[in-house]
Nanobody, 117 residues
Framework: QVQLVESGGGLVQPGGSLRLSCAAA????????MGWYRQAPGKQRELVAS????????NYTTSVKGRFTISRDNAKNMVYLQMNSLKPEDTASYYC??????????WGQGTQVTVSS
């Protein structure tokens, strides 16, 4: 099992940037494809980006392509999401987890991102 702690969220104006961090505790992290998910009020949780264990393969949902960049540092057990050109529709709680099938017990508290002027 892996314990995940997300951080880095906040309030930002449209067009701004944020960098989210996810700290993972657990040996299985290094061999797992990891992803960033988000859930807006009244909407289902969606996978927005994923990264393979060796960082060679990344995938993004269409709405964030070209604006978000996922990365990881296996030596530090960290996953990051650099978010640029943020839009109001990016407002959501953001979570990291295994991808594309998340581990149920792995869910952390998430970090809130609010894009508003």
């Amino acid at each position: 099992q892996v314990q995940l702690v997300e951080s880095g969220g906040g309030l930002v104006q449209p067009g701004g940037s944020l960098r989210l961090s996810c700290a993972a505790a657990g040996n299985i992290f290094k061999i797992s494809t990891m992803g960033w998910y988000r859930q807006a009020p009244g909407k289902q949780r969606e996978l927005v980006a994923s990264i393979s264990p060796s960082s060679t393969i990344t995938n993004y949902t269409t709405s964030v392509k070209g604006r978000f960049t996922i990365s990881r540092d296996n030596a530090k057990n960290m996953v990051y999401l650099q978010m640029n050109s943020l839009k109001p529709e990016d407002t959501a709680s953001y979570y990291c987890n295994r991808a594309p099938i998340p581990g149920g017990p792995w869910w952390g508290q998430g970090t809130q991102v609010t894009v508003s002027s």
